[in-house]
Nanobody
Framework: QVQLVESGGGLVQAGGSLRVSCAAS????????MGWFRQAPGKEREVVAA???????YYADSVKGRFTISRDNAKNTVYLQMNSLKPEDTAVYYC????????????????????WGRGTQIIVSS
């Protein structure tokens, strides 16, 4: 049974930093592109960042230069380091796994992702 478990969310002031983690089990982690998505109240779920099997990263324009995604295949874990947080970053953040056939492949549509975590809430106060 595949499980993705996020941790590290919470409340932070604008300008602050947080790191969220996602521990995966029940799958061959190294064969999956991993993504972070977020969903704010009343809005659709959107991609924030993704990391290919090769380690290549993708970032949404709204977080470029502030967020960094990384993965540790030995620990079956993907991380999202978030700096210079803004109130508009407030959302539930979800980890997701996409079984991509290529080392460098990254797909940003949520419809491509096979497995999802339950999410972790991040609130950025102004």
């Amino acid at each position: 049974q595949v499980q993705l478990v996020e941790s590290g969310g919470g409340l932070v002031q604008a300008g602050g930093s947080l790191r969220v983690s996602c521990a995966a089990s029940g799958l061959t982690f190294s064969l999956y592109t991993m993504g972070w998505f977020r969903q704010a109240p009343g809005k659709e779920r959107e991609v924030v960042a993704a990391i290919a099997r090769s380690g290549r990263g993708y970032y949404a324009d709204s977080v470029k230069g502030r967020f960094t995604i990384s993965r540790d295949n030995a620990k079956n874990t993907v991380y999202l380091q978030m700096n210079s947080l803004k109130p508009e970053d407030t959302a539930v953040y979800y980890c997701a796994a996409d079984r991509t056939p290529t080392m460098g492949g990254i797909r940003t549509s949520r419809n491509n992702y096979d497995y999802w975590g339950r999410g972790t809430q991040i609130i950025v106060s102004s």
